[in-house]
């Protein structure tokens, strides 16, 4: 770490002569861009050339971005959706969708660490209206006097709420305000993976091994070995023809089976080690889970998925774009589209519901999609919450959970 502590306070410099670094100097020092043990240098660019990275990253940012956003408050306990919602979370940035907005931060994490923007808009309180995203590679960060400071875009910028300047980290060490990605400590893994997949290329590619031998016990001299192998080539070569061969000649195949030649049980290793470093399954990016798991339905393995692996950069996302709200309001991802289950299992979800006085009629026909219960012939009807539990109809005016009138209870 002394290698990063010199990059951020400039030691061996002029007494209170700062020195920046930019996250690209910042993730060599810490291993997140250098030369593996492979002789294949490692960042987070040549890491998207290895299919598990590439599966990884973009899984867990399309789950994540693909969520619906909603943005609620709380008023006596209840909480009550805001609408229409913030237009930072509608519309955060001009000419660009809000789910290619959160997907583009969540890429910023898993491969740099860190995500960083300029707010763009605010309001007339001063909360941010939009924030126009800028590469994590071109965010400066260095400490000033027990002071971190932060240069974007060509100038000295100030965090929000007293700059301009929005950054958020992933994975911090104590002490510091630089995110490391996996990446970061995936280097090894990651070059093993990218040199396997070039050896294999190399191997079919520049002919590793020869495809036959010809063989006989009579000496052969270099020109007579030239000469036969040239006589050999020109009567096979393009042709289905018998070869004709003399002089205690004998001709001997060469079979390389595809898991000597492609390493196929180290690359099976190597996306499992992968796997762990993002906390994916292996087998949704391609490996194998390397044991005897079985799940009991697509419902359950997305929960383990969600539970395991994606809730963690939900909260992450959801805490960040809070912070920019007013106070008072919050944002929460709406994870259920992950969790859809059969059209049974749904039907009898909203039942209990129902009938347990969780949700009313309409609220579970709008998780479908469905339009409210017609006014007709009680106009509340399909709002009422059903009371006590099990109940199959509304308790009429006047009447409380205990099945008595008000004049009843009065006597």
């Not at 875009?153 to 510091?176: C, I, K, N, Q």
């Not at 190399?202 to 052969?220: K, M, N, R, Y």
């Not at 192998?229 to 393009?238: I, P």
Request: aromatic share 8%.
């Amino acid at each position: 770490m002394s290698l990063l502590r010199n990059l951020f306070e400039g030691r061996g410099r002029a007494r209170g002569e700062a020195r920046e670094a930019t996250l690209s100097q910042i993730l060599e020092a810490t291993g997140g861009s250098r030369m593996s043990s492979t002789g294949i240098s490692v960042g987070p660019d040549s890491a998207l050339r290895l299919g598990a990275v590439w599966r990884s990253v973009n899984l867990i940012a399309d789950l994540t971005a693909g969520f619906p956003v909603d943005a609620f408050r709380r008023q006596a306990g209840i909480r009550i959706p805001i609408e229409p919602a913030p237009l930072l979370l509608s519309d955060p940035s001009p000419g660009m969708l809000d789910l290619d907005w959160r997907r583009t931060v969540m890429v910023s994490w898993l491969l740099r660490g860190n995500a960083a923007g300029i707010v763009s808009s605010t309001s007339s309180l001063g909360y941010p209206l939009g924030i126009e995203l800028a590469h994590p590679d071109e965010l400066a960060i260095w400490k000033d006097r027990g002071k971190w400071r932060y240069r974007l875009a060509g100038r000295e910028r100030f965090l929000y709420p007293e700059g301009d300047l929005w950054h958020v980290p992933a994975f911090t060490m104590p002490g510091s305000r630089i995110g490391l990605s996996p990446i970061s400590y995936a280097a090894e893994s990651i070059g093993l993976g990218l040199a396997v997949r070039r050896f294999g290329s190399e191997w079919f590619s520049d002919g590793g091994h020869p495809t036959a031998i010809l063989s006989t016990e009579q000496e052969v001299g270099p020109d007579l070995a030239a000469l036969i192998k040239k006589r050999f080539l020109d009567a096979t070569r393009g042709r289905r023809e018998p070869a004709v061969l003399g002089a205690g000649l004998e001709y001997k195949p060469i079979q390389i089976s595809p898991e000597e030649s492609q390493f196929l049980e180290t690359t099976r290793a190597n996306v499992a080690d992968v796997a762990r470093y993002f906390g994916m399954p292996p087998e949704l990016i391609g490996g194998e889970s390397g044991g005897s798991l079985t799940y009991a339905n697509v419902e359950q393995r997305a929960l383990d998925l969600l539970t395991y692996t994606i809730s963690a950069w939900v909260l992450r996302l959801e805490k960040s774009l809070t912070a920019l709200l007013p106070r008072g309001q919050y944002v929460k991802l709406n994870v259920d589209s992950l969790l859809r289950s059969s059209l049974l299992d749904r039907m009898r979800a909203h039942q209990i519901g129902i009938q347990t006085g969780i949700r009313s009629r309409n609220e579970a026909r709008a998780i479908e999609d469905e339009p409210p219960i017609p006014d007709d012939p009680d106009p509340a009807f399909g709002d009422e919450f059903l009371w006590p539990p099990m109940r199959t109809t509304p308790l009429p005016d006047g009447v409380d959970a205990r099945g008595l009138t008000r004049s009843e209870e009065d006597r």
